[in-house]
C-alpha cells in the first residue's frame, strides 16, 4: 500500500477553503489534521474536532516531549500541530491536510520539504471583495483590512507547489483531486512500481 | 488563452497505446502529430491521417529547409516530425502528443526539454505476456522478441515524468487528464496569472 501524503493547504480569507475542504473530505482517503491550542472553545467548538484544548502545562510538557511538528503562538494562546496527527495516518495511507496560513507554511518547507504545498487563489482581488461584501456581516473597514491580509498572502503564490483557482467550487475540488493523483503518478512516487517490475522482467 | 502542451507518450507493444489515444483525442483539445515518413503507404493507411506520405527527394529537401523538429532512418527508409504538425497547434492551445518509443522520446528531452514525458506501463512483465499470448496473432518466438524489446523498454521508465499503469483502460486516460490538469495548475505553470493576480491587486 501507499503512503498518504502530507497537504499543506492555504487560502486566504472569501476564496471557499471550508467549502472545498468539506467536500475533499467526503473522500475517506483524506483528513484535516486536528490542531491542538491553549485557548478557551468558543460557543459550538468540540474537543478533538475543531481543536484539541488543553492547558499551557500540558502545552509545555508536549513540547519538552518533542511532540509537535510545529507550534506557535498569537495573541498569548499557543496553537501547534501534534507529529501524532499527521505521521501515523500517513503510514496508513491516508493523505492530511495541514489548513495554514502562509508564514506557518513557510515553516512547514523547512521542516517537511516531503510535503505538497496548495494554495487555494480567488479569481481575482476584485472578486475577492465582492465576494467578501456579499456575506453582508462585516463592517467596511473589516472588509478592508481583509483584501489587505489577502493581498499579503497572494504575494506568497510563487512559494507554494501549485496553484487552484477557485472560480466554481466543482472545479476547484476537481482540480486537487487531479493535483493528488498526479502527484502519485510521478516517477519518484512510482519508484517501487518500477523497481518491481524491472526486477520481475 | 493558455499555450497547450507537448506531451512525449511511449509505451511498449500490448499496453494498450492504441486504445488509450483514441479515448484521449475524443478531447478535441489534443491532438496526435502525424509523421511524415518516405516508406509506401501499407494497406489502408491514409496520407495525412497515419503519416504524410513523402518522397525521398522531398524529404531531403524538408531537411535541408529545417522543417523537422526530429527525424531518423528506419531500414532504409525515412521519418519524421514536421514542427508545422506541432508549434502552431501549440500556439492554438492544443496539447500536441508525440507518440514515439524510447530512444526517440530520449531525443526529444534535448531538443524539447518543455515537453512532458509519459510512460504508459503494464501492470507487469507476466501480465504484457499473457495480453499477448491472448491475442493469439503471433508465434510464441515473435511474442518472446516482443517481450524482450519491452523489457527494454521498461528499463527507460525512470527517465520519463509520470509513469501510468494501463491496468484497466478507463482509470488509465483518467489518470493522463489528471496528469495534464495538474501540469496546467503548477506554480510554474501559473506564472502569468499569479502576476496579473498581484498586479491588480
Known sequence: MNKGRLIVFSAPSGCGKGTMLAEILKDNSFRCSVSTTTREPRKGEIDGVHYYFISKEEF?????????MEYAEYCQNSYGTLKSEVDQYLESGINVILEIEVQGAMKMREIRPDALFVFIA???VDELRRRLNKRGT????????RIEAAVNELKFM?????IIVNDALEDAVSD???VIRSEQLTVS???EFIEEVIKNA
Chains 1, 2 share one sequence.
Open 158 to 162: 510563487p512559494k507554494y507547489d501549485y
Open 176 to 178: 486537487f483531486f487531479a
Open 189 to 191: 512516487a512510482q519508484a
Open 122 to 124: 480567488p479569481p481575482s
Open 138 to 145: 462585516e463592517t467596511p473597514e473589516i472588509i478592508e483590512q
Open 60 to 68: 509545555q510538557r508536549r513540547i519538552a516531549n518533542d511532540e509537535f
